[in-house]
């Protein structure tokens, strides 16, 4: 009977089990191609990073809205085959996924100019904002801007670092950012919060990312040897790649009220799994925007 009940509490969660995942969202089953349903949103190529590895495709969506010159950054060396052969070379369990040229490995590649960061940006009061939590532990309060979690104070907004969420690199100086990315593994680490110019996440691929080789974490997550490290065999956006190629991803909009009832029942916690039920708190790196597949029918 334990068995039973904690099956219907999956599936009253939506949730399905660790094996059938493909990506670090909730819903990944594939959404007939006729299917019309404004709650769900189509996710435009031209905003899509492909990434395919040698543990397989995982895919960024890039949110040009709140970093618009490192998406813009990002775009030009993907069209020029920056990223094309490039290793994760430094990757660290529970904690990052790095990747691009190390700096002592350049070689005859170009020095790129570094970057201003995008650590934040004033509260536009046009954004389609969910308010999620008020307050919250690190900020005054946390919610979701366009299907991104986000954070609030005095008026300025960022991206918040929940697992999955992509920034760049950079050295101790905040305006050193060049071409190295750093994807968010594992817990969040909201100590990045407003310290790191993030500009994207990923939506799909959480299998491939999961088998990234990981480095010592005596060395900084560091893989010395090229030839032990992932590779990222080939990036390209997705309005570059033949329609065959594409995957036709959409996402459940947080300003629906389907998105809104999920939090709701999150947050009540009213299956009869539940003994404690909580404060009704909820940090905003827990509900995951659905993203699935749509396919021809």
Known sequence: MRVISFCALVVALGLGSAAAQQTPTTTTTAAPAATVNSAWQLLPQDNLLYLETDQGRIVILLAPAFAPEHVKRVKELVKAGFYDGVTFYRVIEGFVAQFGVPEHEWGSRAKLTPMKAEFSWPVRSGD?????????????????????????????????????????????????????IAIMMGQAPRHLDKNMSAFGKVIWGQYALNRIRRGDTADGGVIGSATARSVIKQARLGSDLAPERQLQLEWLSTTSSEFSQSLA???????????????GNMDVCYPQVPVREVKPV
């Open 128 to 180: 389609p904002y969910l308010l999620v939590q008020r307050p919250d532990l690190l900020a005054e309060e946390t919610g979701f801007n366009q299907g991104f979690a986000v954070a609030r104070e005095q008026n300025q907004e960022w991206l918040v670092h929940c697992p999955g969420v992509v920034n760049m690199a950079r050295a101790n100086e905040p305006d050193t950012a060049v071409a190295d």
């Open 265 to 279: 029942e999150r947050r009540s916690r009213t299956h009869v799994f539940y003994q404690h039920k909580g404060n």
